[in-house]
């Protein structure tokens, strides 16, 4: 689990609200004589600069040579420009910016439970870690067969043209557990019963010693395989798969805690997810030099 400089509009400089074009008017004196009286010389400053910066951008400012509703071109090759006409480039602006693809879109991943007949892929993907650390097929149908609502996998299915026919998902990376009733993981949680494919009962014995393998009572999740197929690791599918499982298990309800083992290196990746570090574990799966890191709910 992987952007122009946009052109200014034309702008158009209106008169002012309420302004009329100039024209004189007559002041009715005790005589009956009408004295002309001229537009006030700023009054007229004003209207030639509006004129003339609105002739500077291509435009001509239509109240400028308008009087008593007869409009007086200037300029016999004048063409009006209708506004409606020119593309509105404002959308650029208004539009969200959209994230850039990362190396996990580009695998169209999605998370999917497992089965018996994801076997052999996670055997696979299992070839992510040394041979010493793997988790062998039989273990991995063990615990597909007992446990499947524990496990969860990321499938990847490239994007294709309509026409071609629908590829099959490829498994890209897992997770692989079972319960405990201890409250961390233990060699016991790890290992593979006798008989386990006939036998259905998983409760402890008298002997008071923990059974081996899943335990249907148990209130810890063990996780014992996070694993990414070496070619798509590095794109965040580990820690995008691991945030999924938390929170599916959290919101289930299904366990009091999620319990695992790490080596040194990858302690800061699973305390960044919540995890706490309880120092070395006894665990001697491996060749042991294990830590022990435990999320509670």
């Known amino acids: 689990m992987a952007t122009g ?10 008169p002012e609200v309420g302004s009329s074009p100039p024209q004189s008017r007559t002041i009715p004196s005790a005589s009956s004589t009408s004295v002309s009286v001229q537009p006030i010389p700023i009054q007229q400053s004003r209207l030639e ?29 004048f063409v009006a420009v209708d506004h409606d006409d020119v593309a509105d480039s404002t959308w650029y602006f208004r539009q969200p910016t959209l994230p850039k693809p990362t190396q996990l879109d580009e695998l169209h991943p999605f998370v999917q439970i497992l089965s018996v007949s994801n076997a052999d892929e996670c055997v696979q ?20 067969t007992k446990c499947p609502e524990l496990s969860l996998g990321v ?6 043209a309509p026409h071609q026919e629908r590829p099959k998902a490829t498994l890209v990376a897992h997770i692989l ?22 036998r259905s009962s998983t409760l402890p014995n008298a002997s008071g010693v923990e059974p ?10 063990a996780i014992h395989s ?15 798969l691991m945030k999924a499982y938390i929170q599916r298990i959290r919101d289930a309800k299904i366990a009091d805690r999620i319990a695992l083992l790490s080596h040194d ?33």
Not at 178 to 185: G, S
Not at 212 to 221: E, F, N, R, W
């Open 226 to 240: 996070l694993a990414v197929v070496p070619e798509h690791q590095g794109k965040g599918l580990g820690k995008t």
């Open 49 to 77: 600069e509006r004129s003339a910066i609105a002739q500077a951008d291509g435009l001509m400012n239509h109240n400028a040579g308008h009087t008593d509703g007869v409009f007086e071109a200037d300029d016999d090759d």
């Open 125 to 144: 993907v299992e070839s992510a870690f040394p041979e010493n650390e793997r988790c062998s097929r039989e273990k991995i149908l063990y615990r597909l």
């Open 177 to 198: 557990a079972t319960r405990t009733p201890a409250p961390a993981v233990t060699d016991a949680s790890m290992e593979l019963p006798e008989n386990w494919r006939h």
């Open 5 to 14: 400089t946009s052109p200014m509009a034309d702008f158009h400089i209106e």
């Open 212 to 221: 081996l393998g899943h335990q249907d009572q148990g209130s810890t999740i």
């Open 265 to 297: 290196h990858l302690v800061p990746f699973y305390t960044s997810l919540g995890f706490k570090n309880c120092g070395p574990s006894e665990c001697t799966f491996g060749g042991g030099g294990w830590h022990s890191l435990i999320l509670e709910f």
């Open 155 to 160: 499938f990847s299915r490239p994007r294709i």
